[in-house]
């Protein structure tokens, strides 16, 4: 794979994550909506789906997360710290 195909496959795939992040913020602010209207199971699959999708990027937020600030707490087994 090149790196322009990396790239093209890359932003396919934040595309993705950004297009179901926002399905799923407008699904959770009418959440009630839906439900009033009968449709509170379709709208159960809807959100389950796309936090399924969703479940790699936050992975790896969270992972990206907790790795920087490990980096911004210094070890007990560093020199210089008591």
């Given at each position: 794979?090149?790196?322009?195909?990396?790239?093209?496959?890359?932003?396919?795939?934040?595309?993705?994550?950004?297009?179901?992040?926002r399905?799923?913020?407008?699904?959770?602010?009418?959440?009630?909506?839906?439900?009033?209207?009968?449709?509170?199971?379709?709208?159960?699959?809807?959100?389950?789906?796309?936090?399924?999708i969703?479940?790699?990027?936050?992975?790896?937020?969270?992972?990206?997360?907790?790795?920087?600030?490990?980096?911004?707490?210094?070890?007990?087994?560093?020199?210089?710290?008591?």
């Open positions: 794979m090149t790196l322009q195909e990396a790239i093209k496959r890359n932003q396919a795939r934040q595309a993705r994550f950004k297009k179901y992040e399905v799923l913020r407008r699904l959770r602010q009418r959440i009630f909506d839906y439900e009033d209207a009968g449709k509170g199971e379709k709208a159960d699959r809807i959100l389950k789906r796309c936090q399924t969703l479940a790699p990027l936050w992975e790896a937020q969270r992972h990206a997360a907790e790795d920087r600030k490990l980096q911004q707490t210094p070890s007990a087994f560093e020199p210089g710290c008591r």
